[in-house]
């Protein structure tokens, strides 16, 4: 009988992981579910799902409906309630769960990083930043209220539905770019703080570095606590996982 394997999306490594199963098991159905919020998102081999589930209960349904063999939560590190779903809803149905989780960042010892629990900490820690680079999402930006006197570049792969309006406020669209490119938009607005998630991925840290290089200082967001096990940390870990459990 065919096959099913499902990966909840939504990160370069999820990409790579169905590309990777699509070539080790060209029998197989590789299924890659997006949440649905980027226009044009960067997909990757093997069937495409899109829009959510309805819950754990939605989840665990479609694992029976299926017939999904193993599930593999290679979601965003800092999107709990899907993963908090994939736990539940692979207990539920029976279905081996792994999850595909880098990890966040590390910049001991540089003390022009200061790590915050969350988005109020990052209001506290911006107390003395005058023009900030806040590249954290669009889900989160209302939360930063206009006329504070301060200067933010805010960037989004696709522009939000309402545009915030702050006083002093540039919105940019597009993904993150290399080391080179950072480094010459955080000169151009003459940033002095860059405020991002701690996600871990190699296409966001480009910012950081270039930040760090400019000896500005960077206000992190740590990731909340990670899924429960089985956890693998690189694309071929989780390859090696599936291949014992399908
Ligand atoms: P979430 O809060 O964990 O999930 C909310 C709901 O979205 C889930 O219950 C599910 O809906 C749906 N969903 C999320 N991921 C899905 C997937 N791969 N496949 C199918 N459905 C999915 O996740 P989020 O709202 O996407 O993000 C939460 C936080 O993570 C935000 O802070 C966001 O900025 C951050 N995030 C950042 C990035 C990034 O920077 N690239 C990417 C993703 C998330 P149903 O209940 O209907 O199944």
Excluded at 1 to 12: F, P
Excluded at 141 to 165: E, H, W, Y
Aim: proline share 9%; with cysteine.
């Amino acid at each position: 009988m065919t096959k099913t394997i499902l990966i909840l999306g939504g990160t370069a490594e999820a990409r790579s992981l169905a590309d990777q199963a699509v070539a080790q098991w060209p029998d197989a159905r590789v299924v890659t579910s997006l949440a649905g919020r980027t226009k044009s998102p960067r997909l990757p081999r093997g069937e495409i799902e899109t829009g959510g589930f309805g819950g754990a209960d939605g989840l665990a349904d479609y694992l029976v409906r299926e017939n999904v063999d193993v599930l593999i939560d290679a979601t965003h590190p800092f999107a709990a309630e899907i993963s908090r779903n994939a736990e539940r809803a692979a207990a539920g149905a029976g279905v081996p769960r792994l999850v595909l989780a880098r990890p966040p960042w590390s910049f001991a010892g540089n003390t022009n990083v200061r790590h915050v629990p969350d988005l109020p900490g990052v209001h506290d820690a911006l107390a003395s930043a005058v023009r900030i680079f806040l590249a954290i999402g669009r889900q989160e930006v209302a939360a930063f209220a206009p006329g504070t006197g301060k200067f933010f570049l805010l960037r989004f792969i696709d522009p939000p539905a309402s545009p915030p309006n702050f006083a002093g406020c540039r919105v940019l669209t597009g993904r993150p770019e290399s080391v080179a490119e950072e480094t010459n938009l955080l000169q151009s607005h003459r940033i002095d703080t860059v405020v991002a998630k701690n996600g871990g991925s190699d296409a966001s840290r480009a910012k950081i570095d270039a930040a760090l290089a400019l000896g500005l200082s960077v206000i992190l967001i740590d990731p909340p606590p990670p899924p429960m096990p089985p956890r693998a940390g690189t694309v071929d870990a989780a390859i090696n996982w599936i291949a014992k459990n399908i």
